[in-house]
């Protein structure tokens, strides 16, 4: 298999969206072997579900997905079999490991379908990952860390023209991350795969051939009625929809559709605040002299980490 196509692919629990903007949902997309690519994407956008769908573990969603050409949805379960032993290799967010098994009985399960790895090598992958202690351990009495290094050496267990790799090394630390990668690409030179690898943050590090962001919501303007907003009377104000890709919690922000929350994307620079003037102007209740920056932690909450940016320009208060 040398290309995975998805033609006007969309999950259909997103059907209804009006305003979605994605680099992969609605499309035209192809994956190439022996290229790599990065799909970033904030939670519940749908990266798991294109996992699953290129699989052939799930069919809910609208457009066609083609292996060389030829439909997904055609492949009878002698060829999903096939496939998954010789062309797809999948690493799972969940991983999908057997709990009550060790790390080399689980690692063993794969590729003793494939007979594609000797022992020598597997362990030589447990002692570079820093799990070589973990080989006779229930998976069940490990970290979420140390687990996700052993379904990605079971990944490397079989053939495969693409691997896709579901939040790799979100609970590895950088040094991890590194190793991992190190292995991924010479593997990937050695048998010429495609890497496909998606993220809602911290990613595998990887040369990219494409970074694609897999969902977005492109904002409609929200008004407001009539307000003296500045010293000027009655000069109004509007809220006006950024041009730029929202970053992830802005798209949260967006899909919930909810007026207040939408006041918040102010955090994220992903709207400018204007009188019918034309002049920058920032509301009251969130000016940092005015409020000593304590109306922001009525944002922060649902987000954590995220640092708040002031909109440029002056305050529409007191300190005006």
Known sequence: MNTIELQQTL????????????????RQVAFQKEKSYLI??????????????VYGYRQDYQ??????????RKL??????????????????ELRLFAELTAWENVKLKNNLTGFRDK????????????????????????????????FIRALCQPADFIFLDEPVSH???????????????????????????SIGKHLPLEYDAVMQLLGFSLLFFWASKKKVTKRKNAGFRFEAATKCFPSEAQELASLR????????????AFRLKTKAGENVV??????????????????????????????????????
Do not use: Y
């Open 120 to 151: 020598k090598e597997i362990r030589r992958w447990f002692e570079e990952l820093g799990i070589a202690d973990k080989w006779d351990q229930p998976i069940g009495r490990m970290s979420f860390g140390q687990q996700q290094r052993v379904a």
């Open 283 to 320: 509301p009251k209740s969130v000016c940092g002299r005015c409020s000593g920056g304590r109306s922001w932690t009525l944002f922060r909450g649902p987000f954590v980490g995220v640092v708040p940016k002031f909109v440029r320009g002056r305050c529409s208060g007191v300190c005006s």
């Open 258 to 269: 909810q007026p207040a929350l939408l006041f918040a994307g102010l955090l994220f620079s």
């Open 76 to 93: 009878h379960v002698a060829d999903w079999v096939e496939l998954r032993k010789r062309s797809l290799s999948m690493l799972f967010q």
């Open 11 to 26: 999950p259909e629990v997103f059907a209804g969206r009006d305003g979605i903007v994605s680099d992969i949902w609605h």
């Open 40 to 53: 970033e994407a904030a939670s519940g956008t749908g990266k798991s579900s294109l996992c699953s769908f």
């Open 63 to 72: 457009g066609i997905i083609a292996f060389d050409g030829t439909n997904v």
């Open 172 to 198: 590895l630390d950088d040094g991890n991350g590194r190793l991992m990668a190190r292995i991924l690409t010479e593997e990937a030179a050695k048998q010429g795969f495609g890497i496909v690898v998606t």
